[in-house]
């Protein structure tokens, strides 16, 4: 801004020469070309176009005069400068220019300004959905990047869900950030990316079923309580002292005596006497030839049963609905669903207790030479339907509240798995899910009465996640009726 010296010279002038007149009719150039630089630049900026605004809206602009002389020495620029506001007052001549607090230009305020100018947008994504969005060998982020002439910044943290994209102007970054969502909306819908969370009803916490379920995964995989006895009769065996024998044949002087007998010298490691046992006196035992593990590896890999398909027992559980959750935003949504439902649940299951009975197998897809999923089918003691009621009271909150993805809630079917062939170890993620035979299975615990049990609660469960007791991660949980005594 011009200095306060000037200000008091230029409104003497006025007063002098134009006391008719306002002080705003010195705005006008013909008047005063040296001070109608500041006053037209004022008025171009609140009619000019918007961008020439938002360019400039960062930069703090000052008017300041500067004289064309050299800089000779401090005093003498004060001189230099007191002269030449004297000049702007006589004769209404100026040399001012445009500059930054930095001391440039306006013409290299102009282009600093500009390159410095960044937009950028925080989009919450979900640390499930980034793979997404960098593509195989991040080919789908260099395409978003050429497009939009955007840059994404990715988290350094697994844990957190959002990216950052920056670029030049707020039409590339929109640009970019509906790429981005048409990417995210593909995925969802999509095989490709699994279940993240879910509405489960716990069973592990009865210790009976627990024990039940151990003997079923031992049972199936070969592992039989005489293979435990065996293992401890060889531990306690590895106490006993080991002994080295030596087999002799006592001589008799008679060639053709078919009486000779078998001596056998046997010590004991570490004993300083032998002792002589007749050989023709220990009975002779045979043994059955052991199964090698090589026959028993080969049989599991031919019915494709291995370890890893089978239920932890301290997961089991009542499955309600799969939910894919894949940023804070859902899971905090879902939460607060699942709380808001639970008097309607109460009044669904007429505050009174409820019990299941688990009887028997049964396949949920596939067949059984060829089955995927093996499950224990549920059955509500008494026959009254308020568990399937109380079910779809949950259900019915999610798909209102947009939780639920596609058709994951057309078919309400409770069940309790035992065996997903999903959970079977691949080298890739997209690697095929091979089925195994469960015909063996079925002769076994096709009428398996696995019990009756009391529902306590319904959980959101977190896939992937677990809690100390070994259930999957409780994000929310609301109560059941309960007065059974866990068993």
Same mark, same amino acid.
């Given at each position: 801004?011009?200095?306060?010296?000037?200000?008091?010279?230029?409104?003497?002038?006025?007063?002098?020469?134009?006391?008719?007149?306002?002080?705003?009719?010195?705005?006008?150039?013909?008047?005063?070309?040296?001070?109608?630089?500041?006053?037209?630049?004022?008025?171009?900026?609140?009619?000019?176009?918007?961008?020439?605004?938002?360019?400039?809206?960062?930069?703090?602009?000052?008017?300041?005069?500067?004289?064309?002389?050299?800089?000779?020495?401090?005093?003498?620029?004060?001189?230099?400068?007191?002269?030449?506001?004297? *000049?702007?007052?006589?004769?209404?001549?100026?040399? $001012?220019?445009?500059?930054?607090?930095?001391?440039?230009?306006?013409?290299?305020?102009?282009?600093?300004?500009?390159?410095?100018?960044?937009?950028?947008?925080?989009?919450?994504?979900?640390?499930?959905?980034?793979?997404?969005? =960098?593509?195989?060998?991040?080919?789908?982020? !260099?395409?978003?990047?050429?497009? $939009?002439?955007?840059?994404? +910044?990715?988290?350094?943290?697994?844990?957190?869900?959002? %990216?950052?994209?920056?670029?030049?102007?707020?039409?590339?970054?929109?640009?970019?950030?509906?790429? +981005?969502?048409?990417?995210?909306?593909?995925?969802?819908?999509?095989?490709?990316?699994?279940?993240?969370?879910?509405?489960?009803?716990?069973?592990?916490?009865?210790?009976?079923?627990?024990? !039940?379920?151990?003997?079923?995964?031992?049972? %199936?995989?070969? !592992?039989?309580?005489?293979?435990?006895?065996?293992?401890?009769?060889?531990?306690?065996?590895?106490?006993?002292? =080991?002994?080295?024998?030596?087999?002799?044949?006592? !001589?008799?002087?008679?060639?053709?005596? $078919?009486?000779?007998?078998?001596?056998?010298?046997?010590?004991?490691?570490?004993?300083?006497?032998?002792?002589?046992?007749?050989?023709?006196?220990?009975?002779?035992?045979?043994?059955?030839?052991?199964?090698?593990?090589?026959?028993?590896?080969?049989?599991?890999?031919?019915?494709?049963? *291995?370890?890893?398909?089978?239920?932890?027992?301290?997961?089991?559980?009542?499955?309600?609905?799969?939910?894919?959750?894949?940023? =804070?935003?859902?899971?905090?949504?879902?939460?607060?669903?699942?709380?808001?439902?639970?008097?309607?649940?109460?009044?669904?299951?007429?505050?009174?207790?409820?019990? +299941?009975?688990?009887?028997?197998?049964?396949?949920?897809?596939?067949?059984?030479?060829?089955?995927?999923?093996?499950?224990?089918?549920?059955?509500?003691?008494? @026959?009254?339907?308020?568990?399937?009621?109380?079910?779809?009271?949950?259900?019915?909150?999610?798909?209102?509240?947009?939780?639920?993805?596609?058709?994951?809630?057309?078919?309400?079917?409770?069940?309790?798995?035992?065996?997903?062939?999903?959970?079977?170890?691949? =080298?890739?993620?997209?690697?095929?899910?091979?089925?195994?035979?469960?015909?063996?299975?079925?002769?076994?615990?096709?009428?398996?009465?696995? @019990?009756?049990?009391?529902?306590?609660?319904?959980?959101?469960?977190?896939?992937?996640?677990?809690?100390?007791?070994?259930?999957?991660?409780?994000?929310?949980?609301?109560?059941?009726?309960?007065?059974?005594?866990?068993?």
């Amino acid at each position: 801004m011009i200095t306060c010296r000037s200000l008091l010279r230029l409104n003497f002038l006025v007063r002098e020469t134009a006391k008719s007149k306002p002080f705003l009719d010195f705005q006008k150039p013909k008047f005063w070309h040296g001070f109608s630089c500041e006053l037209n630049m004022d008025a171009r900026s609140s009619r000019g176009n918007v961008n020439d605004r938002k360019t400039r809206q960062n930069v703090r602009q000052t008017w300041r005069a500067v004289s064309t002389q050299p800089d000779r020495s401090e005093g003498d620029g004060e001189k230099l400068l007191a002269r030449n506001r004297g *000049e702007e007052a006589c004769h209404g001549t100026s040399s $001012t220019v445009l500059i930054a607090e930095g001391g440039k230009s306006d013409k290299s305020l102009d282009e600093n300004s500009t390159s410095a100018k960044k937009h950028s947008l925080s989009m919450e994504i979900g640390a499930s959905l980034m793979r997404f969005i =960098k593509g195989n060998g991040g080919d789908t982020q !260099k395409k978003i990047e050429v497009e $939009t002439r955007v840059k994404i +910044i990715f988290p350094s943290s697994r844990k957190e869900d959002s %990216i950052l994209l920056e670029g030049n102007s707020a039409e590339s970054i929109t640009q970019a950030s509906q790429m +981005i969502q048409t990417i995210i909306d593909k995925a969802v819908n999509s095989r490709e990316l699994d279940y993240s969370h879910f509405v489960s009803l716990p069973l592990a916490i009865y210790p009976g079923l627990l024990d !039940k379920l151990v003997n079923f995964q031992d049972t %199936i995989l070969g !592992k039989t309580a005489d293979d435990k006895d065996k293992n401890t009769d060889n531990e306690n065996h590895s106490t006993v002292p =080991k002994v080295s024998a030596e087999l002799k044949a006592n !001589k008799n002087n008679n060639q053709h005596s $078919t009486e000779t007998p078998l001596v056998a010298e046997v010590k004991a490691v570490g004993a300083d006497t032998h002792v002589r046992v007749n050989i023709a006196n220990i009975p002779l035992v045979s043994y059955p030839a052991k199964e090698s593990k090589a026959t028993s590896s080969s049989k599991m890999i031919d019915s494709g049963i *291995e370890k890893s398909i089978f239920i932890k027992p301290t997961t089991f559980h009542l499955t309600v609905l799969m939910l894919k959750l894949w940023n =804070k935003e859902r899971v905090k949504s879902a939460r607060e669903v699942l709380q808001s439902v639970s008097s309607k649940v109460m009044d669904a299951l007429e505050n009174r207790p409820l019990s +299941i009975r688990l009887k028997g197998l049964d396949c949920m897809r596939g067949s059984k030479a060829k089955a995927f999923v093996l499950y224990a089918p549920v059955e509500e003691i008494g @026959g009254e339907g308020r568990l399937l009621r109380a079910c779809k009271v949950i259900t019915d909150a999610f798909v209102d509240a947009g939780l639920v993805v596609g058709n994951d809630a057309a078919q309400l079917k409770l069940h309790a798995t035992l065996m997903n062939a999903r959970h079977r170890k691949r =080298k890739t993620r997209s690697a095929r899910v091979e089925p195994f035979d469960a015909r063996g299975i079925f002769e076994l615990y096709d009428n398996e009465e696995w @019990g009756e049990y009391c529902i306590s609660e319904a959980h959101l469960s977190q896939r992937f996640a677990f809690d100390e007791n070994g259930y999957y991660h409780c994000c929310a949980s609301i109560p059941f009726p309960e007065n059974m005594q866990k068993n």
